[in-house]
């Protein structure tokens, strides 16, 4: 005979032992045989439990594949229209070996421009080149060293650059790391605000007067939206009090928003803009630091962009017409994009600027 678990006869209001007098109570019928009631209503509801999840399971995965296209095209988020040619123009990027600056080099190639991948570790910058030249047969890509965890790097970098490329139309501050543990650069700054800030503030100091002897040009700087929840702790920029590798991101980033609208309006009048972008949400390298977010970002890939997907608004930055005088913008999505109350403060702005003058030891009016 099936056995029906109490509760669940209860809630159905099935007798049990419809002929047999109530035996719902707790007490067991015959006091030589030990009780197993409990333990097989357990069992029960148990195995209840079990197909309920199995069940659940099922549907959300019918679910996800019925709307995977409506899904994709949704996580996909904007692309970016604009046909321009880059012919003739060279166009420096920071982190092209893996990500969203491997496929922005890949772009702005195919668009026919001189595309210089800076990349820390070389032979996976080659790597990447080749990739991009199986693609793009005709595509001029070219890899240099730069490491945005030392300055002397940087600065060995900028000299070789200015030595050998004679015009830069475009510069995509693109490199990044997310939530590494507490590391300092060569140079003593913790990480994140070292390689995502100053690093990049290093970089285009050195090539800012090779960018207005090639106006018009435009340089992007890569940001996030979780500049939304940093702010810049003046007192403590390298977290040397206490270290949160989230927080020293999201501080990261708001610094990346602020050096880009304090540049624009330093660069007013020279046909040099400055934009940055929130990429999205993208299925890259990035979460290599943290195993939680890199196991979510595969489970939830379909919810994400590809690295393609979230080059589209650096792209964008890059190469739309209708951009040539926009400065000190924030984009996502390829469209204008909000910047929290703390990324527009030019008060902070001006501060971030000079402490990060004072870091680096350079003068930059
Ligand atoms: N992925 C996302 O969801 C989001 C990304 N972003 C931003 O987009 C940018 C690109 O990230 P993404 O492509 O996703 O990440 P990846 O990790 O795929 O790429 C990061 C790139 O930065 C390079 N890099 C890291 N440290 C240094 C350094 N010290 N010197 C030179 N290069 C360095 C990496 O080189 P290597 O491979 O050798 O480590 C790699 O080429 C970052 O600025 C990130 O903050 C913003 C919002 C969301
Ligand atoms: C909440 C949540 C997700 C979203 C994560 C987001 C939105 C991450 C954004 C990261 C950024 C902006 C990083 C770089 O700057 C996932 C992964 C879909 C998994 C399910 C839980």
């Not at 080099?105 to 080749?130: F, N, Y």
């Not at 650069?185 to 290093?202: A, K, P, R, S």
């Not at 469209?335 to 990324?343: E, M, N």
Request: net charge positive; hydrophobic share 40%.
């Amino acid at each position: 005979m099936t056995t029906i678990p109490q509760s669940f006869a209860r809630a159905l209001s099935v007798p049990l032992r419809p002929s047999s007098p109530d035996i719902s109570c707790s007490a067991p019928l015959c006091p030589h045989i030990p009780d197993v009631r409990p333990e097989a209503e357990a069992r029960g509801s148990a195995q209840m439990w079990v197909l309920v999840i199995i069940a659940g399971i099922g549907v959300v995965t019918l679910l996800l594949l019925l709307f995977a296209p409506h899904i994709r095209r949704y996580a996909a988020g904007a692309a970016c229209r604009t046909a321009s040619r880059l012919d003739g123009k060279t166009v420096l990027i920071t982190g092209a070996n893996t990500g969203i600056g491997k496929e922005t080099a890949l772009d702005l190639a195919l668009r026919g421009a001189r595309v210089i991948m800076a990349c820390r570790d070389t032979e996976k910058g080659e790597e990447a080149a080749a990739s991009i030249r199986a693609e793009c047969p005709k595509a001029q890509v070219e890899v240099r060293e730069l490491d945005l965890a030392d300055t002397c790097s940087i600065r060995a970098f900028a000299q070789k650059f200015l030595r050998e490329v004679h015009q830069l139309h475009i510069l995509i501050n693109n490199a990044g790391v997310m939530m590494c543990p507490y590391t300092k650069t060569v140079d003593g700054f913790e990480m994140h605000i070292g390689v995502n800030h100053l690093g990049h503030f290093l970089l285009t100091y050195l090539l800012v007067g090779l960018l207005k002897r090639s106006a018009p040009a435009r340089i992007v700087v890569v940001s996030s939206l979780a500049h939304n929840f940093g702010w810049i702790r003046f007192h403590d920029l390298h977290s040397q009090g206490s270290y949160n590798s989230g927080l020293a991101y999201c501080q990261s980033k708001l610094a990346n928003v602020l050096f880009a609208r304090e540049l624009a309006r330093r660069l007013n009048g020279t046909d040099v803009t400055v934009n940055s972008v929130h990429p999205g949400t993208v299925n890259s390298d990035l979460t290599r630091h943290s195993t939680i977010m890199t196991i979510l970002f595969s489970v939830f890939s379909v919810f994400l962009k590809t690295p393609r997907e979230g080059a589209q608004t650096s792209i964008y930055c890059a190469t739309a017409e209708e951009l040539h005088s926009i400065s000190g913008k924030h984009f996502s999505d390829c469209s204008p994009a909000f910047v929290a109350p703390q990324g527009r403060s030019s008060e902070t702005a001006r501060k971030l600027w000079d402490v990060s003058c004072e870091q680096l030891g350079i003068e930059w009016d």
